[in-house]
C-alpha cells in the first residue's frame, strides 16, 4: 500500500502533537512548550519538550524527536502504515491508496471491516472469560498458587474458560454465526456421512490468556489446563487477525517496560510472562507455541535495542536457542544486543526467581551469552578442532550464519574469530566463502592519511571534507565538478547520505534512533523523503535500489533522488564500505546539529534555569562525536 505524501503532510499538519503525545505523557506548560518525563528512557526530572508551534517532541537527554507519527512509531511499536491510518482514524480522515483497482479496493476495505468485527467478537469472549474467573474457585486457587496478585490478572485480563461445551452459547444468542467459527473461539465439525454439523467450544476449563496485538486489541487466545489433560497449553488458531509466526505474548503489556528496563526478556510461555511481571520483570514476552521467527525479532526492536532470550537449559532449550540465533542473526548489527539466557535444567523463570531470588536472575540475565559467542558454540558443537576435519566442519557450519548478518564491525570481527578457530587468515576465509571475489580490494586513491590535520583544520571542518584524495576529496570537489556522462556528485553531507542509503537501505537498519531522528528531520528534500524510506524499511525491509526507485515515481522527492542516482549506471559501493563512509557523515551532521540544540539551550536557559542541564548534556555528547572523528582521522580509518 502506497499513501499519497500530500495526504502525510496534510495529516501531520492537522493532528496536534501535544494531544496526541499527551495521551500516553503527563505534559506541563513551560514557557512556550510543554514538559514531561521521557517515555523512551528513565529519568527523574523533565527533559522532554513538545512544541505545539513546531508540531515536534525532542528529548534533551536521549536525543529522541519527531511528529505525531513517528511517535506513535515509536512509542506504540506501530509500523509507518499502522501510524498513519491510526492517527487519520482519530482526525476523521480517510486514508487514500494511490495503487491497486478499485475491486482491489474493496477487497482491503472488507477485510479491514472483517479484522475490526473478529477483534470485537473476540473481546466480548475475553470479557466473558474474566467474569466466569470471578466465579471459579478453582481457577482462582490455581493463580493464587501460581503467587499472581489480582492486580497482575487485572493487568493482562486473565480469565476462565468453563468446563461445558457449549459455553459461550450463553454469550453469544447466534451460536451458529460463523464469526465464532472463524475468530476460533468455536470448533465446528460435520458427520462423513453428511449428517448436520456439530458445535462446541474449543477452550473448556481452561485459565485463559488474551492475546492483544500492539494496540491493544484482542486477537486470540491462549488456554492452560487446570488438571493434567492434554495438550496442556492451547493456542488459538490462524485467524484473518492471529498468526502466532508475527505475534508476541504480552508486548503490549510490556511497551513502557521495555524502555524503563532497556532491554526485553523473551521467554517460553505466556505463564512465565504473567510471572516474571508480578515478580519485579515486566519487560517479558512470549513466542505462541512456534520457534521465535525473523518477523518477531523485528518487531522486538521497533520497541528496545536490547534482546535476550530466556530458555531451559535443556536439549529442548537448546534447538529452541539455535532456532532464535536463526531469526536473530538478520538484524545482529553494531548498534544491538542480542544475548541468550541458559537457566539450569530443573528451572523455568519463575520457580529460579522465587528459588534463587530476584537478584540472581538478574545477574544471571546481565551475564547471558552475547550472540557472538553463541553462534561460534553453535558452529563448533560437537566437533574436534584439533583435527584439520573438525575445523573445515566448523567452516562450514559457520559460514551460513555469518552470511546474513548485516555488514560492519561485529561482522568483520567474527570472521576474525572464526579465521583463528579454523587456522586460516581473515583473508584465506573470506576468499573461501566468497570464491568469487577478488583476493584482495583495489586501493582507493588515498583515504585519509595519519597526522593529515586535526578536526575543524586541515580535516573535516567548516570547509567540508579533507583535502586530499579518496572519497573526502570527491566530496569536496563535488560543488564544481560532474562526473563523465553529467551525473553531478553530491552536493552536501545530506545528499551524500541520501544517496548511500538508497544505494544500500539495509544500511538503515544498522542506524541508532539518534540517527534516524536526525536523517528523518532534515529539512525539505531530504528530511521527508528519509522518513519516507523509514516507512518502507518498515513494512518492506530492506529493498534494492531499483524498487525503491519503482515506489518512487510521483514521490515529492523524486526530483532529488534523479539528482542523485540517475545518469549512467555507477556500480553501488560494497556495504563495507559505504557503512563507515555514512558513520562519518552522520557523526559530522550530528556534531553540527547538536550545536544548533546548544544554542537554543542557551537562548532557554535565560527563563528556564534547567536549560542549563540540557545544555550540558548536549555539549558532553559533541564532544564525544569530535572526539571520535578526529581519532578516526587520525588513526586512518579509511587507507588506500
Request: with cysteine; hydrophobic share 35%.
Amino acid at each position: 500500500m502506497a499513501i499519497p505524501q500530500t495526504f502525510i503532510q496534510e495529516l501531520v499538519a492537522r493532528a496536534d502533537v501535544v494531544e496526541i503525545v499527551g495521551r500516553y505523557v503527563p505534559l506541563k506548560k513551560a514557557g512556550a512548550n510543554f514538559m514531561g518525563l521521557c517515555p523512551f528512557h528513565g529519568e527523574k526530572s523533565p527533559s522532554f519538550s513538545v512544541s505545539p508551534t513546531k508540531q515536534f517532541y525532542h528529548c534533551f537527554g536521549c536525543g529522541k524527536n519527531g511528529n505525531a507519527i513517528s511517535f506513535l512509531m515509536d512509542h506504540a511499536g506501530m509500523t509507518f502504515i499502522e501510524a498513519v491510518k491510526d492517527l487519520a482514524q482519530q482526525y476523521g480522515m480517510q486514508v487514500p491508496e494511490e495503487e491497486g483497482t478499485p475491486q482491489d479496493r474493496q477487497r482491503a476495505q472488507e477485510q479491514r471491516e472483517k479484522q475490526h468485527t473478529l477483534t470485537s467478537v473476540l473481546e466480548q469472549a475475553g470479557d466473558a472469560y474474566r467474569k466466569a474467573l470471578r466465579e471459579s474457585e478453582r481457577a482462582i486457587a490455581y493463580f493464587k498458587g501460581r503467587g499472581l496478585s489480582g492486580e497482575v490478572a487485572k493487568q493482562f485480563g486473565l480469565g476462565y474458560a468453563p468446563e461445558g461445551w457449549r459455553s459461550l452459547a450463553s454469550v453469544f444468542p447466534h451460536y451458529d454465526d460463523p464469526l465464532l467459527v472463524e475468530s476460533g473461539l468455536v470448533i465446528s465439525t460435520a458427520e462423513e456421512d453428511g449428517a448436520d454439523e456439530k458445535r462446541y467450544d474449543r477452550f473448556r476449563d481452561r485459565v485463559m490468556f488474551p492475546i492483544r496485538n500492539i494496540k491493544g486489541e484482542c486477537i486470540g487466545f491462549g488456554g492452560r489446563v487446570l488438571g493434567d489433560d492434554k495438550p496442556k497449553y492451547l493456542n488459538s488458531p490462524e485467524t484473518p487477525v492471529f498468526s502466532k509466526g508475527r505475534e508476541l505474548y504480552g508486548l503490549f503489556e510490556a511497551r513502557a517496560a521495555l524502555r524503563e528496563q532497556g532491554y526485553v526478556l523473551v521467554t517460553e510461555g505466556y505463564m512465565d510472562v504473567v510471572a516474571l511481571a508480578q515478580l519485579g520483570f515486566p519487560n517479558a514476552v512470549a513466542t505462541l507455541g512456534t520457534a521465535c521467527t525473523t518477523e518477531h525479532v523485528q518487531k522486538l526492536f521497533r520497541f528496545t535495542d536490547s534482546v535476550v532470550f530466556s530458555f531451559d537449559g535443556d536439549g529442548a532449550g537448546r534447538r529452541a536457542a539455535r532456532k532464535a540465533l536463526d531469526g536473530a542473526l538478520p538484524f545482529a548489527s553494531d548498534v544491538r544486543s542480542i544475548k541468550f539466557l541458559f537457566l539450569p535444567a530443573e528451572h523455568d523463570p519463575d520457580s529460579f526467581i522465587r528459588a534463587n531470588g530476584r537478584e540472581a536472575f538478574a545477574r544471571y540475565v546481565s551475564e547471558a551469552t552475547p550472540l557472538s559467542r553463541f553462534l561460534i558454540e553453535s558452529a563448533r558443537e560437537g566437533l574436534d578442532l584439533n583435527t584439520a576435519e573438525g575445523r573445515a566442519h566448523l567452516s562450514s557450519n559457520a559460514k551460513p550464519l555469518w552470511t546474513v548478518m548485516p555488514e560492519g564491525a561485529l561482522k568483520m570481527q567474527l570472521l576474525g574469530e572464526i579465521a583463528d578457530l579454523v587456522q586460516l587468515t581473515g583473508r584465506e576465509l573470506s576468499e573461501l566463502w566468497n570464491p568469487q571475489a577478488p583476493s584482495a580490494k583495489p586501493a582507493r586513491e588515498g583515504g585519509w592519511k595519519k597526522g593529515q590535520g586535526k578536526f575543524g583544520q586541515d580535516g573535516y571542518g567548516k570547509g567540508g571534507y579533507a583535502q586530499g584524495k579518496g572519497y573526502g576529496n570527491s566530496y569536496a570537489q563535488s560543488r564544481s565538478t560532474s562526473r563523465p556522462g553529467g551525473r553531478s556528485q553530491p552536493a552536501s553531507r545530506a545528499d551524500h547520505a541520501t544517496r548511500i542509503l538508497l544505494g544500500q537501505s539495509a544500511l538503515w537498519d544498522t542506524l541508532s534512533n539518534e540517527d534516524h531522528s536526525l536523517l528523518c528531520h532534515l529539512p525539505e528534500p531530504h528530511g521527508p523523503l528519509l522518513a519516507w524510506l523509514e516507512g518502507q524499511m518498515h513494512e518492506h525491509g530492506a529493498m534494492p535500489w531499483e524498487s525503491l526507485r519503482e515506489q518512487l515515481r510521483e514521490h515529492p522527492g523524486e526530483e532529488l533522488v534523479l539528482r542523485l542516482m540517475s545518469g549512467p549506471a555507477i556500480p553501488v559501493q560494497p556495504m563495507d564500505e559505504s557503512a563507515p563512509e555514512l558513520r562519518d557523515l552522520l557523526n559530522r551532521m550530528l556534531v553540527d546539529d547538536i550545536k544548533a540544540q546548544e544554542t537554543e539551550a542557551i537562548e532557554a536557559a535565560k527563563s528556564d534555569p534547567s536549560a542549563l542541564q540540557r545544555y550540558k548534556t548536549l555539549r558532553e555528547r559533541r564532544v564525544e562525536l569530535m572526539a571520535v572523528l578526529e581519532k578516526a582521522q587520525t588513526e586512518g580509518i579509511i587507507q588506500g
